[in-house]
């Protein structure tokens, strides 16, 4: 008697789709996730980080500085890093509304389901955040294989321990679920459409590393072990076809790395000469 795999559990082999007559699918599903949508999605991912998000926070400070008192000058705000994770968040928000409304309004689909999210069970779940602090102890003792920096762009952010809990919040209760929705739940839907499983993984995985250049500028040892996180997070998506795995995995990682740098620096009081990794 054949087996089935129970619809709680994730299977590595994709489910063949049922045949289904093109007249009987609206016509904006069988539009969902083409190069058009993809191409329009890179633009506007790039407009919201890097002109709209920042623009729009430099607006609200200007306008309120004078009322609250705030004694920061607006030019010196590019290195502030509340004002930063505050201008992260905004871009999220944003990104996050257009993505609702690409694939629950204009798709007309499910929005978890249509980005491949499968709950997990307890089990696994235990088996992921596992996986993800190994993968946070291998890159903590990696050998340096590239010329590396003592300073770079994101250490310099650390610059109180105000600011150290600041980020570290950010890094583990918003940004591993953001980033994976972007890119192992949006790009890599795009990707598996139009390409395959194989270059999804390896396209998301670039562009997941790209985005993390500026952060580590500099520290090209940094920059090689974030690309191999990358794709460990992208295999997971790819070889479990949830979105789930990788992002319990960033979570753990992003945990551990927050948890060890907490330890290093003596509950972030020792920021000057620590590293992140």
Known sequence: MPTETPPDQFS??????PEVSPRTIPARSRNAWSPRDLVLFLFVFALLLLVVSPLLMYMAYAALRPLVGWRVPVRA???NPYFLLI???TFYALLLGYVYFLVAVNYRQPFWAALAWRKPTTRQAMLFFLGGILLCLVV???PPL???????PLLRLFSSPQAAYAIAAFAILLAPLMEELIFRGVLFRFFECQVGVRLAIVGTAALFAGMHV???WGAWNHVLLISLVGVVFSLARGLTGSLAPSVILHLAYNTGLMVAFFFETHQFRALGGAALF
Do not use: C, I, R
């Open 146 to 152: 590239l010329p590396d920096a003592e300073d770079f």
């Open 140 to 142: 903590q003792l990696a």
């Open 87 to 89: 201008v992260q968040s």
């Open 77 to 79: 705000l590019g290195n």
């Open 214 to 216: 500026p952060q580590y």
């Open 12 to 17: 590595l082999e994709t489910p063949a789709s």
